[in-house]
């Protein structure tokens, strides 16, 4: 229930989504008040037409995205350099569209396909780590059990690293249960040293989940998506990737919250 509740509630955190929503329920009032003419709807299509363009405004105008991402991002640093002796790197899926790449026959990445050259790039590196790949299928409705681990499998083969050396773990659907079903297989102890993979906008949460079910990891964010420093406008009024980017920002917000009011997290804002 958790998992279907969460898909439902990101599609209303999409800027682009909410202004459409205004603006279809918008034209459909502004169609009713030519048959009736009631003062009350003539006001209620002229106020969503408003904020519609208000929105537009906003985001056209003002680093919104800037703003959101920023503090998830600067939460966590990259570990440099990063220990010698780690016992196992792992990378947390979401890198690949899925069913995009099975429909293409061919892999298919996503904004945040720097988990996954991340990987292995530190594969190559750290030859004697344990390697985790955990990522089943996200999607609402899973068509014929395709999984992003499954993918992943082929493409790490192409690269030169040995596959019996990779852990794939393939039934988790979001960030929890990445964590609890990989924890089941890796069964970690207290002792080791393990580097955690994944975007920077979701290592706050990531890190969470981790600390709450103790697993020790040190953070290694990848997928930046904000220049350092302060950003007060919208400097290339680039409203498609401030929308892109606060809609990113919105979930892991949202995120954050849901997932310490469910006890799956350590607090809000998890730090180390």
């Given at each position: 229930m958790?998992f279907v509740?969460?898909k439902i509630v990101?599609?209303?955190?999409?800027?682009?989504?909410?202004i459409s929503l205004?603006i279809?329920l918008?034209?459909?009032?502004f169609?009713i008040?030519?048959?009736?003419?009631k003062t009350?709807?003539k006001?209620?299509?002229q106020?969503?037409?408003?904020?519609?363009?208000?929105?537009?405004?906003?985001f056209?105008?003002m680093?919104?995205?800037?703003?959101?991402v920023?503090?998830?991002?600067?939460?966590?640093?990259?570990?440099?350099?990063?220990?010698?002796?780690?016992d196992?790197?792992?990378?947390?899926?979401?890198?690949?569209?899925v069913?995009m790449s099975y429909e293409?026959?061919?892999i298919?990445?996503?904004n945040y396909?720097?988990?996954?050259?991340?990987f292995?790039?530190?594969?190559?590196?750290?030859k004697?780590a344990?390697?985790?790949?955990t990522?089943?299928?996200?999607s609402?409705?899973?068509?014929g059990g395709?999984t992003?681990?499954e993918i992943?499998r082929?493409?790490?083969r192409?690269?030169?690293i040995?596959?019996?050396?990779?852990?794939?773990?393939?039934?988790?659907r979001?960030?929890?249960?990445?964590?609890?079903y990989s924890?089941?297989?890796i069964?970690?102890q207290?002792?080791?040293?393990w580097l955690l993979?994944t975007?920077a906008?979701h290592m706050p949460r990531?890190?969470g989940i981790f600390?709450k079910?103790?697993?020790?990891?040190i953070p290694?964010?990848?997928?930046?998506q904000?220049?350092p420093?302060e950003?007060?406008?919208n400097k290339?009024?680039?409203?498609e990737?401030?929308m892109r980017?606060?809609k990113s920002a919105?979930?892991e917000?949202?995120?954050?919250?849901?997932y310490?009011l469910t006890?799956?997290?350590?607090s809000?804002?998890?730090?180390?």
């Amino acid at each position: 229930m958790f998992f279907v509740i969460s898909k439902i509630v990101a599609w209303f955190l999409s800027p682009i989504n909410i202004i459409s929503l205004l603006i279809i329920l918008g034209v459909i009032t502004f169609i009713i008040s030519l048959k009736h003419g009631k003062t009350f709807i003539k006001k209620s299509y002229q106020t969503m037409f408003a904020t519609a363009f208000i929105i537009i405004l906003c985001f056209a105008t003002m680093p919104i995205g800037h703003w959101l991402v920023q503090p998830l991002e600067e939460r966590f640093i990259k570990t440099s350099p990063i220990p010698p002796d780690i016992d196992g790197i792992i990378v947390l899926g979401g890198s690949i569209n899925v069913d995009m790449s099975y429909e293409r026959n061919q892999i298919h990445l996503n904004n945040y396909g720097g988990r996954l050259l991340a990987f292995i790039d530190l594969a190559h590196n750290f030859k004697y780590a344990t390697l985790l790949y955990t990522g089943g299928n996200s999607s609402l409705i899973n068509n014929g059990g395709k999984t992003e681990a499954e993918i992943a499998r082929n493409v790490l083969r192409k690269t030169g690293i040995k596959t019996n050396r990779i852990i794939f773990e393939d039934q988790s659907r979001n960030t929890f249960e990445n964590v609890i079903y990989s924890k089941k297989m890796i069964n970690p102890q207290p002792n080791e040293k393990w580097l955690l993979i994944t975007s920077a906008i979701h290592m706050p949460r990531s890190i969470g989940i981790f600390k709450k079910q103790k697993w020790n990891v040190i953070p290694h964010p990848v997928d930046f998506q904000t220049f350092p420093g302060e950003q007060t406008i919208n400097k290339n009024i680039d409203i498609e990737n401030n929308m892109r980017i606060t809609k990113s920002a919105m979930k892991e917000w949202v995120g954050l919250i849901a997932y310490y009011l469910t006890d799956k997290t350590t607090s809000i804002f998890p730090s180390m």
